[in-house]
């Protein structure tokens, strides 16, 4: 067995400015490639992109137009588009019925459109790329697209309609995604992960951090960024991975509340 190598070859993470984007954009400039990150966080995306040595590309994903100027702009400077990894994203929280009142359309609808939409207009647009270009491997392989789901999106808690719905369809479209560019040498995988140190929990008080670490069986800690850029990291050099939707969650099923 031999494992699929990119570097030199130019890779995009979106919602690279932080979090697991921005682990994941470090891991991935670390294992060679050439990086641009996708944000709309300007000042954090220039900082972290100068960090990497990498490029920063103001995007909103949830925009079709912003997405092909972005990517647009990689071809034209960092060169064909091997790597795609979907990170940006938006949380929210809201119940089908509150006091009475509906779930608010326009929050399931923003969801929805940054979250499922964000992540199909990236992956559809960087794979027409991808299969325009040169394989790299005599196996045929052009390019891999790694998309971030969420626990969520199967362990739905309270709350979570919309973000649930948002990261299930992210699931959903995983398999035919990967079926569908079979045959360019494109692969398709989900990373759907646990309860992670994002900058959202971050603001959390530690002894909160701590309680939802000890939710998870093993390790009962909270997930490190890094731990997410690791398997990203895996899948790209990993060619039999592929269709797959991976949980990276220390064995935690979500509860009710």
Request: glycine share 12%.
């Amino acid at each position: 067995m031999s494992l699929q190598n990119w570097a030199g070859h130019t890779a995009i993470v979106t919602g690279g400015a932080s979090g697991l984007g921005a682990a994941t954009a470090e891991q991935l400039a670390s294992d060679g490639l050439k990086l641009a990150l996708f944000d709309l966080n300007e000042e954090a995306g220039r900082v972290h992109a100068d960090k990497i040595g990498g490029r920063f590309v103001k995007v909103d994903v949830a925009d079709p137009a912003s997405v092909a100027a972005g990517i647009a702009d990689v071809q034209d400077t960092l060169g064909s588009l091997r790597v795609l990894v979907n990170c940006a994203g938006i949380g929210g929280a809201a119940k089908t019925v509150s006091r009475g009142a509906p779930h608010d359309p326009g929050l399931f609808e923003k969801t929805l459109r940054v979250n499922l939409m964000g992540s199909f207009n990236c992956a559809s647009q960087a794979a027409a790329q991808m299969c325009a270009a040169e394989p790299i491997a005599p196996d045929g392989a052009r390019g891999v697209i790694v998309n971030t789901a969420s626990v969520a999106a199967f362990d739905g808690q309270v709350g979570q309609l919309a973000y649930s719905a948002s990261k299930g369809g992210i699931v959903g479209m995983t398999l035919p995604m990967a079926r569908d560019l079979a045959d360019k040498g494109v692969r398709v995988c989900t990373i759907a992960p646990g309860l992670f140190l994002t900058p959202l929990l971050d603001e959390l008080p530690q002894e909160v951090q701590a309680s939802l670490g000890a939710q998870v069986p093993f390790p009962s800690r909270l997930g490190d960024p890094t731990e997410y850029a690791a398997m990203v990291s895996h899948i790209t050099q990993n060619s039999m991975l592929n269709g797959e939707t991976i949980r990276l969650d220390g064995a935690i099923r979500m509860a009710p509340r």
